[in-house]
């Protein structure tokens, strides 16, 4: 195995690639949000807190990320 510090070039690579996959997972994650508008009250709902989820876990991978950095 090797060893994988941040001050290698690799690994400043593979942080930056996550960083960039997602913000393209919090653009995706604002497009859905927006094609749910005019849903029945109940599927809103439901959409609105797996969305909720899903931004949660983005934001916790990406405080993750900003660490190993």
């Known amino acids: 195995m090797t060893d994988a510090r941040p001050d290698t070039p690799d690994l400043r ?3 930056l690639d996550i960083e960039d996959r997602l913000a393209r997972l919090e653009e995706l994650l604002h ?3 927006m094609a749910g508008e005019g849903l029945d009250p109940p599927h809103a709902a439901a959409l609105a807190r797996g969305l909720q989820l899903a931004q949660d ?13």
Not at 58 to 67: D, P, Q, T
């Open 31 to 33: 497009l859905i949000a």
């Open 57 to 69: 876990q983005a934001s916790g991978i990406r405080k993750a990320v900003m660490r190993l950095a």
């Open 13 to 15: 690579h593979a942080l």
